[in-house]
T-cell receptor, first 116, second 115 residues
């Protein structure tokens, strides 16, 4: 988990509320990612960012939003439009070299979100 | 589109015995293959990767993986399992592209090492 911090570790939300999950990295990585993990489904990509002020939708972006105003920060907002937000959320970062797909991703410790 | 299959949801092995966690992949072009491990309520930790060269890749904690192009497989192995190896293991694949969106993960295999 070194170099990437996520907060809070546990988060509880009432239905209809937006919540923001924090992700910070000090690895000087250009690329950052948000994944959702549900039991038996592995990791699904929500959003990713290759560079500051730019981000792209992943496979399950509906109901989520992100920003990338600083290289080291990539917060994720889970909006009330997300139908089933209870899950474990993982942030990751990696070196980004265009055309080179061999850089491993480094993961934060995760945030477990529960909607009450 | 690239994909990864981990055919076993659960693998049980006795401590001291060799272990294998299976992974097959589908990708256009040359694959880059990764193994990650996840302990309960933690993030993923990188174990090893195959980029090119020797088909046998050695990684952290005594793990190794063998790349087999003809069988499109990248099985994770360890000669002697430890109870502390019990965790969730993920295989992932990527291929050269212009996007940072590179990794596709398998659904994971829960490894339990029995004392």
């Amino acid at each position: 988990d070194g170099g990437i911090t996520q907060s809070p570790k546990y988060l509880f939300r009432k239905e209809g509320q937006n919540v923001t999950l924090s992700c910070e990295q000090n690895l000087n990585h250009d690329a950052m990612y948000w994944y959702r993990q549900d039991p038996g489904q592995g990791l699904r990509l929500i959003y990713y960012s290759q560079i500051v002020n730019d981000f792209q939708k992943g496979d399950i972006a509906e109901g989520y939003s992100v920003s990338r105003e600083k290289k080291e920060s990539f917060p994720l907002t889970v909006t009330s439009a997300q139908k089933n937000p209870t899950a474990f959320y993982l942030c990751a970062s990696s070196i980004y070299n265009q055309g080179a797909a061999y850089n491993e991703q480094f993961f934060g410790p995760g945030t477990r979100l529960t909607v009450l | 589109a690239q994909s990864v299959a981990q055919p076993e949801d659960q693998v049980n092995v006795a401590e001291g015995n060799p272990l294998t966690v299976k992974c097959t992949y589908s990708v256009s072009g040359n694959p880059y293959l990764f193994w990650y491990v996840q302990y309960p309520n933690r993030g993923l930790q990188f174990l090893l990767k195959y980029i090119t060269g020797d088909n046998l890749v050695k990684g952290s904690y005594g793990f190794e993986a063998e790349f087999n192009k003809s069988q499109t497989s990248f099985h994770l192995k360890k000669p002697s399992a430890l109870v502390s190896d019990s965790a969730l293991y993920f295989c992932a694949v990527s291929a050269p592209s212009g996007s940072a969106r590179q990794l596709t993960f398998g659904s994971g295999t829960q490894l339990t090492v029995l004392p």
